[in-house]
Each structure stands twice: as structure tokens, then as C-alpha cells.
């Protein structure tokens, strides 16, 4: 049976412990008090661990779930230039060692998982960004990136001065067309003839779309030339490089995935970054985990994040986001009718 679990949310834990290589790639282990199932195995996306984005979202939850749950856990990073061979050993890798769930973090492992799932029966194998694969041991963790998208628009169109915005995706794929569909649109939504830059940086993964912190920062120059004063990038790694050319010329950035304003390595940038369009990684690592090795009642099937349910949303640390009433009347206003229905968000 498919089951639907409502994201929670959940916070940041310790760091883990020691650190070991293995034939797939690197990763970190860590140890606690050993449970039935060895521990949580979780794969990263390109750019891996450090993002402060993704990437990093999932390594927030999957901390976290260990220590409440008194578990080990394994986290291994991906390689340069991998093959969809590479992704698979990595997962059978870890299903073969014992840690239950194993999950991988992006869109690029759902072949691998796919197959792992089918190798492994009694292993609960969870992919973040991906709902192809329909099966028994299989749970699919997706979000409305549109819904959050959407709010960010609304907030770049009462931010900007100039009525020109800007939006960087890291890869030209489905995914990330949804948070510029939404972005548009909300941006519009304020202001019909608002003007917005958009480019991709890549049309592959393999180019480094979501890895490469120069990519975005070149992007994020050339639109700054354009005469966009508010930028909104969905690129991983490389939204790295909008946030510190968007500083440099002293123009607001808007984050995503993370709470990129609290992220440590990007604090002398945070007086820049307005917002961050958030969707909940860390949740759903943390509640798949728990699922598995408290509840022992796996979730499967399709298991969705949306403004409804608090998957999906926008940070409000920045204090002069936070305390701009005209800015935050507009996106309760906005984030209200996508719940009940009445604005209805595209995704291409």
C-alpha cells in the first residue's frame, strides 16, 4: 500500500564523528548506540556535503535522526564525472552493509535506486526530487518547489527598485523549471510588466550546473549588468556565486532549499540575502529515517511537501524581511490562496 506522510520539521543535530573512504566515493561515519538496523545510509547530490543549500538540508536530517533515534549512520559523497553505475554501487554499497533506509539525495538516483530497491526487498531505499519509482520498498520525496518559488517572487517584486529582477537555475531540467515558473509568476503576480532575467547555467548535471559556485557568480554578474537588483537562484552549490556577486554589488540575493542567511560559511554575505525559498529536505530524511528505525512502519509510495502541510515555505531570519509589512502582507495574502485553492501555480 502507497502511503502519504505529512513533512515535519526538524533541526540541526551534531556533526558526525569519523571519516572513511570508500570504492564509490567518500564518506563519514558515525556512531551511536546500535539499533536492529546498522544506521541511515544517505548519498549525496553533485556538490555534495557543504552546499549549504541541498545537499546540506539532508545532512541536517539525517544528524538529527541519528541522535534521537540512537542509530550509526553512513554519508557518502559523490564523485567527479560518475556514471549511473557509480550511483547504484553506492547504494547497494551501503544496503549490502546493513544501514536501512538508505536514500538518495536528488533526481540523478532514480535509476539507481530503481534497481537497488529491486536488489535489496527488505531495505527501505528513499530518493529526494524523484516519483518514478513505484514499488513496496520505495519512498518517494518531492515537494511543491513552485508554491515556495512563488513566494519568492512575490518578495523580489516588492524588493526591487528597478522592477527587474532575476532568476539562475543550475540545470536546464523539469525541476528547476518549476521554481522558475513559480518565481515568475509570483513576481507578476505583484507587478504584470515586472522585467526578469532568467538563465541556466548548464543542461547537464555533468557540466557542473549545480557545482560550480564561478558558474553562478558569472551569471549572477551579467544579469546585475542587465539592471536586475534581485536575485533568486535554484543551483545548488553554485547559487553560491549569485550570493556573493549579489553582495558585492550590494543587491538583495534570495536563497533556496536552506535557510541560507543562518548558513555559517555564507555569513558575511547574510546582510544581502533577503530570504530563502525553503523546501524540507531535512523533514523528510528525518521522518523517513524515523519511519524505519523507531516506528518500524516504513513510509512508501509518493510523500509530497506543500505550503499546506509545511514542506514548502519561505525563512523569515532576515530581520528586514521579517519586519517589512507591506512585503509580509503580500505573501500571506499569496501563500493563502495557494492553500485554498484560489491561485493556482504553474510548473513549466
Request: with cysteine; hydrophobic share 40%; aromatic share 6%.
Amino acid at each position: 500500500m502507497r502511503r502519504v506522510s505529512r513533512i515535519t520539521i526538524a533541526g540541526v543535530a551534531t556533526a558526525a564523528l569519523a571519516v572513511t573512504v570508500s570504492a564509490c566515493g567518500s564518506s563519514s561515519t558515525s556512531t551511536s548506540s546500535e539499533g536492529k538496523s546498522k544506521g541511515i545510509g544517505l548519498a549525496y547530490d553533485v556538490g555534495g556535503k557543504g552546499d549549504q543549500s541541498f545537499n546540506d538540508a539532508a545532512y541536517a536530517g539525517f544528524q538529527k535522526a541519528q541522535k534521537d533515534f540512537g542509530v550509526s549512520g553512513r554519508d557518502v559523497e559523490p564523485t567527479d564525472n560518475e556514471s549511473d553505475a557509480d550511483k547504484i554501487q553506492r547504494l547497494e554499497t551501503l544496503a549490502k552493509a546493513g544501514y536501512n533506509p538508505v536514500i538518495g539525495v536528488g533526481f540523478a538516483y532514480a535509476g539507481a535506486v530503481k534497481e537497488a530497491a529491486a536488489k535489496f526487498p527488505k531495505v527501505t531505499f528513499g530518493i529526494i526530487d524523484d516519483n518514478q519509482t513505484v514499488a513496496k520498498n520505495v519512498a518517494d520525496m518531492v515537494f511543491h518547489e513552485e508554491q515556495s518559488s512563488y513566494l519568492a517572487g512575490v518578495a523580489a517584486a516588492k524588493a526591487t527598485k528597478k522592477n527587474h529582477i532575476g532568476f539562475i537555475g543550475g540545470v536546464d531540467v523539469p525541476l528547476i523549471h518549476k521554481f522558475e515558473a513559480g518565481y515568475e509568476q509570483g513576481a507578476k503576480s505583484v507587478n504584470p510588466k515586472i522585467k526578469i532575467e532568467s538563465q541556466y547555467l548548464t543542461q547537464t548535471p555533468a557540466e557542473g550546473g549545480f557545482s560550480s559556485p564561478d558558474k553562478g557568480e558569472n551569471a549572477a554578474n551579467g544579469q546585475i549588468d542587465a539592471g536586475a537588483d534581485v536575485l533568486y537562484a535554484a543551483a545548488g552549490l553554485s547559487g553560491q556565486g549569485v550570493i556573493k556577486s549579489a553582495a558585492e554589488h550590494k543587491i538583495w540575493a534570495i536563497g533556496v532549499d536552506s535557510d541560507q542567511y543562518n548558513q555559517a560559511a555564507l555569513a558575511k554575505y547574510k546582510n544581502y540575502i533577503l530570504t530563502s525559498a525553503l523546501k524540507n529536505v531535512e523533514g523528510a530524511v528525518y521522518d523517513l529515517s524515523k519511519s524505519v528505525v523507531k516506528d518500524k512502519k516504513p513510509l512508501t509510495g509518493e510523500i509530497r511537501g506543500s505550503l499546506q502541510n509545511g514542506g514548502v515555505g519561505l525563512a523569515d531570519s532576515n530581520p528586514t524581511f521579517k519586519g517589512n509589512a507591506a512585503m509580509q502582507a503580500a505573501i500571506k495574502k499569496a501563500e493563502a490562496g495557494i492553500k485554498d485553492g484560489s491561485i493556482k501555480v504553474k510548473t513549466s
